[in-house]
């Protein structure tokens, strides 16, 4: 199903189905007004998981519109690109900040800004990871922030009669071969199994008692130590 029209977002604007409806949704928009929240049921998973969609067809958006994404029975999954959950076309697009994560979404967590789920952690990202530019996706693949290239110093003139050096070509880009965006739960996850493994594994110097002394004076090391064993 779907709606079309001018809109905007004042409040919370609900795209998702309401309770006990199938299906997915898509509101198609000219020029969208941010502002408010909108509402959208998504399957949390991979690139291909089903979501409701907020399409801009040949306009443009203002304002901040916060997206509350709804998990609609998703389990977590690796993406490539992303979900897709605002699309554009007939030469439509979007502004930088033109939409943000609602904290009232599944497993929102507001020290990152990632929706998380099973492990994975889901960004809200413009472009996705060598998607559309101007569409939004949730992505469990993280791209870090690239940093402007620092200028340097004026290159000095070179000699014309040294043959520049050959530059070997750099190594193909993958899609989706970036960081991955991981709850940081799976670490603690893996660190507590393994100190409960050695929890009760003692070394030798735990298992056969020896005379220490944080005095090095050798007469406070006189002493005699007994331990004795036996069975009747």
């Given at each position: ?62 304002g ?7 998990n ?12 897709r ?8 697009t ?11 979404s599944?497993g ?5 800004n ?7 952690d ?30 340097g ?22 899609p ?12 603690a ?14 070394s030798?110097?735990?298992r ?8 090095a004076d050798?007469?406070?090391g ?11």
């Amino acid at each position: 199903g779907g709606a079309r029209g001018a809109g905007g977002a004042r409040g919370a604007v609900r795209v998702a189905s309401a309770a006990g409806a199938s299906g997915f949704k898509t509101l198609t928009v000219n020029n969208y007004i941010g502002g408010g929240t909108l509402v959208l049921n998504t399957r949390l998973g991979d690139d291909a998981s089903p979501t409701d969609k907020l399409v801009i067809d040949g306009g443009t958006t203002s304002g901040n519109t916060a997206l509350r994404v709804v998990n609609a029975g998703g389990s977590g999954g690796q993406t490539t690109y992303g979900i897709r959950v605002v699309e554009t076309i007939n030469g439509g697009t979007t502004t930088a900040d033109a939409f943000h994560l609602d904290s009232g979404s599944t497993g929102y967590r507001a020290s990152a800004n990632t929706v998380s789920l099973n492990g994975y952690d889901y960004s809200l990202v413009r472009g996705g990871n060598g998607g559309v530019a101007p569409d939004w996706y949730l992505t469990s693949d993280y791209t870090p922030p690239v940093n402007p290239p620092d200028p340097g110093d004026p290159a000095k003139p070179t000699d014309p009669g040294d043959p520049a050096p050959p530059v070997a070509p750099p190594d193909p880009v993958l899609p989706g071969g970036g960081f991955k965006n991981v709850s940081p739960e799976s670490g603690a996850y893996a660190g507590n199994r393994l100190a409960a493994m050695r929890l009760f594994t003692h070394s030798l110097h735990d298992r056969v008692p020896a005379y220490a002394d944080d005095d090095a004076d050798a007469r406070r090391g006189r002493g005699l130590w007994a331990r004795a064993q036996g069975r009747h």
